[in-house]
């Protein structure tokens, strides 16, 4: 399989390196390009792959046309920021829609706020196969979690292949495209949430005269190992918060204060807001 990626930047990079790790396709199964000399140096250096600053080239090398295998992409991963869609699409669309015609090519969205009609309209094609996803930066640690919505056009191989993918740099779920934006306040920015959280916690055990690395420590192990007990055991996560809370104990104490100070309505108002700039982008 071979995969093409526009945008070498930190998601672009995660998503790389899953699909290598997973053999998922070899460093000369995949092109990338990115208008940065710096962005493209780092993926040779860290992959092994080969770039370019020419966009249409990852979809279909012009100049490879005359080699016994010359480049044609099978998927193409548009891991670029949102506000460069439109631009890219533009300078993309003529080769999209050639190869399109001839081939199937499946084209992967990783942006908040991009409709699949938005991206139909911008291709000018409807018959493309276009995928929404919106992942999250854990994926740079092989934990990501992608929510998936697919195009009209994308049959059950295309959407195996896909999830394939989506699946090498963690866990991904498919949902209906009206959830997207929940998606996006519930993975896709709740990573920032949970630094906060984490960062909080640390400067708490600072001020109590633990050394900051330490306490870092403490509190990054003690989020992932609560986040992997959701995971694994299958309970309510109110069931294990109360297997913590002993009767007049130390955590009761604190939940107490954190109820006081308004956490749980703190994090439910960031998420609605979260979810609507998401739906108005």
Known sequence: ?????????????????GILSKGLATKEEILA??????????????YGIKTTDDNR???????DQSSANPWHADVVILAIKPAYYEDV???????????????????????????????????????????????NTPALVGEGITGVSFGMNLNK????????????????EVVEEKLMDVVTSVSGSSPAYV?????????????????????????????LGSA????????????????????GGTTIEAVRVLEAKGMRSAV???????TKKSRES
């Not at 990115?34 to 780092?42: M, N, Q, V």
């Not at 080239?57 to 100049?63: Q, S």
């Not at 992997?228 to 009767?247: F, Q, R, W, Y």
């Open 1 to 17: 399989m071979r995969i093409g990626f526009i945008g070498c930047g930190n998601m672009g990079r995660a998503i790389m390196g």
């Open 33 to 46: 390009s990115d208008t940065s000399k710096e962005a493209r140096e780092l993926v040779e250096r860290q």
């Open 57 to 63: 080239k990852v979809i279909r090398d012009i100049d």
């Open 89 to 135: 699409i533009t300078d993309i669309r003529k080769s999209a829609q050639e190869e399109a015609a001839f081939r199937n090519l499946i084209f992967i969205s990783i942006a908040p706020g991009k409709t699949l009609k938005w991206l139909d309209q911008c291709f000018g094609n409807e018959s493309i196969k276009i995928v929404r996803t919106m992942p």
């Open 157 to 172: 191989d295309d959407k195996e292949t896909v999830m394939s993918i989506l699946r090498s740099f963690g866990k991904a």
């Open 195 to 223: 630094f906060m959280f984490i960062e909080a916690m640390a400067d708490a055990a600072v001020a109590d005269g633990m050394p900051r690395a330490q306490a870092y420590t403490f509190a990054a192990q003690a989020v």
């Open 228 to 247: 992997k007990m959701v995971l694994e055991t299958g309970k309510h996560p109110g069931e294990l918060k109360d297997m913590v809370c002993s009767p």
């Open 268 to 274: 439910f108002e960031a998420m609605k807001a979260c």
